[in-house]
């Protein structure tokens, strides 16, 4: 059986200094939040790195807020709660067409009774958006008064029209995902994510300082050398951390990308909503024309 000492020796050697300092820090950090630390035993940060701190923050919490709400655009029956009805019956129509394939293959030579095989639904899927969803009852509407009835002539414009908006809104989703949604995650992960990770090495390098200030405080005379040297050392990489820092969020606050990126939502949307709009109102009139017409027609066969 392995020693206790040669098991020992095989495993890595543990950096003490290091040990020391997180321990240090620790506890540093307990004593402020419990509020046993005075002003004068917390570095005060440089003013320009505290107003960074607060824009950069304004700009994650932007981010985060429109990205929770754009992301709605990578899910294309976002408008068609209905959808989740559809997809479950699709989901009980695979089921039963697996059991069926399964059963004819296993259970060709038992009493048991074999199952028939479900037939699959005719063409692709369809698209899952609202307008789509109108599209197609309004067409199977006009498939059944037929194209001699006023109604189903009416329905049959409508739901090709509404098939137009609805991939113009396919369109749309595809490019805020692809130009805004994409790139803001990107920003967010990367360079916000950058800045705020410095900002967390100033923050361990401050609680290193005023650690080892403390300690120099309690030092005996004969570890005030040793002590005193670690603070310059804690000053030195404190400094170090917080220019990395002022230099990152700079860059973040003043990167352009993230407005390109609000224009290209911006310019999706009107894209989208002009092409429903004109593709609306190249209908309304025939249309309005068609119930005028169906109305005079009630009244007259009402009045004779």
């Known amino acids: 059986m392995q020693s206790w000492k040669n098991f020992t020796a095989q495993l890595p050697a543990v950096d003490m200094s290091s040990v020391r300092k997180g321990l ?5 950090a307990t004593r402020e939040k419990l509020g046993n630390v005075g002003p004068d035993g917390i570095t005060e940060l440089p003013v320009e790195y505290r107003q960074l701190e607060s824009r950069v923050d304004a700009l994650k ?6 990205l929770k709400v754009t992301k709605v655009h990578e899910t294309e029956s976002y ?4 959808d989740v009805a559809e997809s479950v019956n699709d989901l009980s129509h695979q089921a039963a067409s697996a059991w069926a394939t399964f059963a004819n293959k296993n259970l060709k030579n038992t ?3 074999i199952p028939v095989p479900a037939q699959p639904s005719q063409g692709p899927p369809q698209p899952k958006t609202l307008p789509h969803a109108i599209s197609r009852a309004a067409k199977s509407g006009a498939t059944e008064l037929g194209a001699g009835d006023r109604l189903g002539t009416a329905l049959g414009v409508y739901g090709n029209a509404m098939e137009k908006v609805g991939d113009a809104r396919l369109q749309q989703d595809s490019t805020i995902a692809e130009r805004f949604v994409t790139p803001w995650q990107a920003t967010l992960s990367t360079s916000i994510g950058l ?3 410095a900002r967390g090495n100033v923050k361990t390098a401050r609680l290193e300082l005023d650690s080892a200030r403390g300690a120099l405080k309690a030092a005996a005379p ?7 040297l670690h603070v310059e050392e804690a000053e030195d990489k404190l400094v170090q951390n917080t220019e990395t820092a002022i230099g990152l969020m700079k860059a973040v606050l003043e990167n352009p990308e993230p407005l390109q990126n609000l224009s290209n939502l911006v310019k999706a949307q009107l894209i989208y909503h002009s092409t429903a709009a004109e593709t609306l109102s190249a209908i309304q009139s025939e249309l309005e024309e068609a119930a005028t017409a169906g109305e005079a027609e009630y009244r007259n ?4």
């Open 111 to 113: 009493s048991l009774p």
């Open 301 to 304: 066969s009402r009045g004779a």
């Open 24 to 28: 240090g820090n620790t506890y540093q």
């Open 79 to 82: 408008d068609y709660p209905n």
């Open 222 to 228: 004969a570890k005030q050398e040793q002590a005193r």
């Open 195 to 197: 800045a705020m990770k």
């Open 61 to 66: 919490d932007v981010h985060q807020r429109l």
